[in-house]
């Protein structure tokens, strides 16, 4: 079975859904493809996201990863909204998902931290879910 692939997706794709799209290629990359995109861009990665991801887990998101456009990402199966609280875009997928997650921009490194564990923990959960078969299945 080819691995799914999952777009984390929220506004300007340079916090929240950057550090989704990491954390998934360094937990789950052997179960499904991440990638990450927005409605907007930014110029750059949020700093602060770049530098606690460098320090928790030795990643250096700069080095893979920008700030793209839902345009720029091809189709994928599973579409993880980061709560955008605004109307999230409408992608075609075979299973969508909100994780409701408040933006940590502007926020203290604990809030950030926070964050971060939160992203890590629904990681390890969209990963269990795909390996049992619960999202998707072959014939979708």
């Known amino acids: ?7 984390f997706v929220c506004v300007h794709n340079s916090c929240r859904s950057q550090i989704a ?3 998934g290629k ?7 493809e991440s990638y ?5 861009t930014k110029p750059q990665i949020n700093q602060d996201a770049v530098r606690l991801m460098k320090e928790m887990y030795q990643i250096n998101m700069e080095e893979t ?9 091809p189709e994928v199966d599973i579409v993880i909204t980061m ?4 109307k999230c ?3 075609p997928c075979k299973y969508r998902e909100d994780w409701g997650l408040n933006d940590p921009t502007g926020k203290n490194d604990a809030e950030f931290s926070k964050i971060i564990h939160s992203i890590h923990t629904k990681i390890l959960e969209l990963t269990e879910k795909i390996e049992k ?3 998707i299945t072959e014939s979708d």
């Open 83 to 86: 709560g955008c609280n605004v």
């Open 89 to 91: 875009p409408a992608i």
């Open 133 to 135: 078969g619960e999202l």
């Open 65 to 73: 990863q920008y700030s793209k456009l839902l345009s720029e990402i």
């Open 26 to 32: 360094y937990l789950s990359s052997n179960v499904f």
């Open 36 to 40: 990450s995109a927005g409605t907007e």
């Open 21 to 23: 799209e990491a954390l």
């Open 1 to 7: 079975m080819k691995k799914p692939k999952v777009a």
